[in-house]
């Protein structure tokens, strides 16, 4: 039965390109992900967008001379351009600077407040004594309190997972200039989160068995010390507070915390705008049915096992204090966060600032999307951190994408098309024929276990296990010495046609490009996969800006599909590009100069 799944992605930040490192935790898992949900017919919304609020946006936009808003307009374009290329499916992405975004951040948290889960209160604020702007948690470090470890940020600590207050780290400086920042009064308004402490527990404890191990107990271990968080600040850039006395300060905003993870919802809700059904959302989130599925890297646990069901628990008057959902409705918890590990860099984490990094756009130019889909399925930091070598992407490019899956497509076709011209007839199989078509039919069922509970890795490996038998079975059959029996060696290639045509399907989620050129080869008729488009919207006239979109109900489906005795060939061209070794040289080269 048809289920509506909605996939979630992590929404990158708009302050500059995004690495490979950003797109290995929440890019590329999420549209494997989704794309093989539609190949099991299930109705997919995918959305996201550019996170463009908060104190590092205006940071950033300092240091190049633009206002914070033609900074976030230019990143939003870079990042969209950049996500587009890599070929990931959104169904719509977005961004947080649009009306629709601040009337459903403003509405989650009116609900808040009306169900008493939301509180002023007079706190010590962090300030750049040179500047007089507000510091951001974030961009404070010291040591843990708690742990002593010395590079603790001031909302957490990655080295004990604690939740932290930054007037509470020891010798506290700021990320940004060094200085020690000035703490002083200032009224905000608290999440109450220890008000969700139970109904978050029983939330959390039922998904044992079903979430990676790290994300659940790190999210369990958070349970213990929830503390009230703020979710305004400072600020004159992000969603005005819609409140009397409130909504009309230019020194007061939600914080950008609070307003992205609530850009899940408004661009569903803009989606279905957009769609012509401006109920269409509503069939996601709020069906009991419906299954969501949140992706992000490891960092961004907190704020998807915890602080986001704590939002919507309290939208929808289910914490301790009770209460009524809002105009919105009752809104579904996460079915489940998808978290990845970090992606590290020949042995250093990744780091714009210190020149140890790749960025998308960079990569692409240089190496096909596939290639980098497919290193990070099978090698990316899907449950431990990972590193990123050249020699290894060299190697599992020419070793598995050239070498295996390229030459099996490649030596079928252009060995049918030349000695027949169209896909030959199978006639009088032999054990060998029926044990390597079953092999391939029956990968189906186990391929899409391991997808659908995100376990990209088995899958992408069974895959290629079919690949390699595939393989095995033409070294063995060596149709290419038959010359006297043109029926047995046009049913071995129909046999690996086959194979190749069910391989094709298997690996869809993880190289849409390449699987559309397969299609095509094999005598396909119109679209295979969909691909993503960019497309320039605007909001009642306002100004125009790209989102990410596409037609993504082609002809793939997930299953065995009988090719066609007859269908004419063409001599195929090559899927994939052999990398010569000596460009591990040359990249190390180029990643050791910082003026690259």
């Not at 649009?98 to 609900?111: D, K, M, P, S, V």
């Amino acid at each position: 039965m048809s289920q509506h799944i909605l996939t979630a992605v992590a929404w990158p930040y708009a302050n500059g390109p995004r690495h490979i490192g950003h797109v290995s935790g929440f890019g590329v898992p999420s549209d494997v992900f989704s794309r093989y949900q539609r190949m099991a017919g299930n109705k997919v919304l995918m959305v996201s967008g550019t996170d463009e609020h908060g104190t590092p946006i205006q940071v950033q936009a300092d240091k190049e001379g633009l206002s914070a808003r033609d900074l976030a307009d230019r990143y939003n374009r870079i990042i969209a351009e950049d996500l587009t290329a890599l070929g990931l499916s959104y169904d719509l992405f977005t961004r947080t600077s649009t009306r629709n975004h601040y009337a459903i951040a403003q509405e989650i948290f009116l609900g808040l407040y009306n169900n008493g889960y939301v509180f002023p209160k007079t706190t010590l604020g962090a300030v750049s004594p040179s500047t007089g702007r507000t510091l951001p948690d974030r961009y404070i470090e010291g040591t843990c309190p708690i742990c002593g470890y010395d590079g603790a940020r001031g909302d957490q600590c990655d080295n004990c997972g604690n939740q932290l207050d930054p007037v509470d780290l020891i010798n506290p400086r700021s990320r940004i200039n060094g200085e020690t920042p000035k703490f002083i009064e200032t009224e905000h308004f608290m999440l109450d989160l220890p008000a969700f402490t139970e109904v978050l527990g029983t939330y959390l404890q039922g998904k044992q068995g079903e979430w990676r191990p790290n994300v659940l107990k790190f999210a369990l271990n958070l349970l213990g010390d929830l503390q009230p968080r703020a979710i305004t600040r400072d600020l004159d850039w992000g969603v005005p507070i819609p409140l009397d006395g409130w909504r009309d300060r230019s020194d007061k905003r939600l914080y950008v915390w609070f307003d992205a993870v609530i850009g899940y919802l408004s661009a569903s809700i803009e989606w279905a705008r957009r769609s012509g059904d401006p109920d269409a959302w509503r069939a996601w989130w709020q069906n009991p049915d419906a299954r969501g599925y949140y992706f992000m890297g490891k960092d961004n646990i907190v704020f998807h096992a915890e602080i986001w069901p704590a939002l919507l628990f309290g939208y929808n008057g289910e914490g301790a204090r009770g209460g009524t959902p809002g105009s919105l409705g009752r809104l579904e918890v996460p079915s489940e966060v998808v978290s990845s590990e970090f992606l590290t860099m020949e042995g250093r984490k990744f780091s714009s600032s210190r020149s140890v990094v790749i960025y998308v756009r960079d990569f692409l130019e240089r190496y096909s999307a596939d290639a980098l889909r497919y290193y990070i399925s099978v090698a990316g930091p899907e449950n431990q951190d990972t590193d990123f070598t050249w020699s290894e992407f060299v190697n599992r490019n020419n070793g598995e994408l050239v070498a295996a899956w390229g030459n099996l497509v490649n030596r079928s076709i252009s060995m049918a098309a030349k000695n027949f011209g169209e896909i030959p007839a199978a006639v009088d199989l032999t054990d060998a024929d029926r044990a390597l078509l079953a092999r391939s039919r029956t990968a189906f069922a186990s391929v899409g276990a391991e997808l659908a509970r995100s376990r990209f890795k088995n899958a992408v490996n069974e895959a290629f296990d079919v690949v390699r038998d595939a393989n095995k079975y033409l070294a063995e059959q060596e149709p290419w010495k038959i010359k006297d029996d043109p029926s047995r060696q046009g049913s071995i290639l129909h046999v690996a046609l086959q194979v190749v045509d069910d391989a094709k399907t298997l690996l869809t989620p993880f190289l849409p490009t390449s699987s559309n050129k397969i299609f095509d080869m094999l005598g396909g008729e119109g679209v295979w996969s969909g691909m993503p488009q960019i497309s320039e919207v605007d909001e009642d006239g306002g100004p125009s800006y790209p989102i990410i979109s596409g037609a993504y109900d082609g002809a793939a489906t997930w299953e065995h599909r009988p090719i066609r005795s007859g269908t004419r060939l063409a001599p195929p061209t090559p899927l994939f590009t052999k990398l010569d070794p000596k460009i591990i040289d040359e990249e190390l080269t180029r990643l050791a100069d910082p003026a690259n």
